[in-house]
C-alpha cells in the first residue's frame, strides 16, 4: 500500500518561506513523476508544481512560478516544495501526489495516489 506523508505546513506571514516534504511509504519514488496541488476553502483543487521521475523537467502553475520550487530525493524517496515569498492568497491545504508515469504532469487525473495533506496558512 503506498502511502504518501506531507510535512512543513503551518502558519507564516506574507513575504515569508516554508518548506513543504513528502515521503513516501509502500512505493519507490524514483521511477514515477510527482506533483503538488493546493485545495483554498471554497475552491477547487488546483495544480501547483510537477517533477520528473528523475528531475530533470519541472513545471509550475503561473501564480507560483519564480516563488515556489519543487525537487526530489530519490535517495530519501521524499519530495519537496520550497514556498519563497508567500502571499495569503497561497493559503490552502497542500497535497502532494505520486503520477501514474515517470513524466511530470499538471493534470490530476494523472495521478494514481494522493497523501493526506498539510495546511498552509499565510497572514497578512
Known amino acids: 500500500q503506498v502511502q504518501l506523508v506531507e510535512s512543513g505546513g503551518g502558519l507564516v506571514q506574507a513575504g515569508g518561506s516554508l518548506r513543504l516534504s513528502c515521503a513516501a511509504s509502500?512505493?519507490?519514488?524514483?521511477?514515477?513523476?510527482m506533483g503538488w496541488f493546493r485545495q483554498a476553502p471554497g475552491k477547487e483543487r488546483e495544480f501547483v508544481a510537477t517533477i520528473s521521475w528523475s528531475g530533470g523537467s519541472t513545471y509550475y502553475a503561473d501564480s507560483v512560478k519564480g516563488r515556489f520550487t519543487i525537487s526530489r530525493d530519490n535517495a530519501k524517496n521524499t519530495v519537496y516544495l520550497q514556498m519563497n515569498s508567500l502571499k495569503p492568497e497561497d493559503t490552502a491545504v497542500y497535497y502532494c501526489?505520486?503520477?501514474?508515469?515517470?513524466?511530470?504532469?499538471?493534470?490530476?487525473?494523472?495521478?494514481?495516489?494522493w497523501g493526506q495533506g498539510t495546511q498552509v496558512t499565510v497572514s497578512a
Open positions: 501526489a505520486l503520477s501514474r508515469t515517470p513524466l511530470s504532469a499538471h493534470q490530476p487525473d494523472r495521478y494514481a495516489y
Open positions: 509502500g512505493r519507490t519514488l524514483s521511477t514515477y513523476g
